[in-house]
């Protein structure tokens, strides 16, 4: 848990396992976990919900009109989990996202999914 870095250290530790880059067995198992989950839950990818918020509202608003909600402190969240829509939304329309930071946090997630299908719940029920 990052707490208060607004999941820096965590998407850090994506990217390195997105890279290939050796981690210890541990942090990989955690850093696997943390890239299932939040391919279905958005909340668990604060980087990508901040940096792709703009184009989350141009393009997905119809798939989560019903899933916004705000927690104590007046912050946006979605309740989307198990449904993995926000960030297949962002995949369908990538040529379409006006944000190169979006961009570049969207890539990074099919990279993620790339590396193991079985990180990413939607593409291994895909293709099994």
């Known amino acids: ?7 820096r250290v965590i998407d850090c530790l994506k ?3 997105a890279s290939k880059k ?6 990989e198992r955690e850093i ?7 391919a279905v839950d958005i909340n668990l990818n604060p980087v990508l919900m901040r940096t792709c918020k703009i184009d989350i509202k141009r393009y997905c608003m119809d798939n989560i009109a019903d899933m ?3 927690d104590i402190n007046g912050d946006q969240g979605y309740n989307a989990f198990g449904s993995g829509t926000i960030i297949e939304c962002l995949k369908k329309h990538f040529k379409d ?3 190169e930071k979006c961009k570049l946090e969207v890539a990074y997630a099919v ?3 790339r590396i193991d299908i079985n990180v990413d ?6 293709c099994q």
């Open 22 to 27: 050796t981690l210890t067995q541990q942090c």
């Open 15 to 17: 990217r390195a396992f």
């Open 121 to 126: 719940p939607l593409l291994h029920t895909a």
């Open 1 to 7: 848990n990052d707490g208060g870095m607004e999941g």
């Open 68 to 70: 916004k909600v705000e």
């Open 32 to 38: 696997r976990y943390n890239i299932r989950e939040s």
């Open 111 to 113: 990279a993620e999914s």
């Open 97 to 99: 996202l006006k944000d």
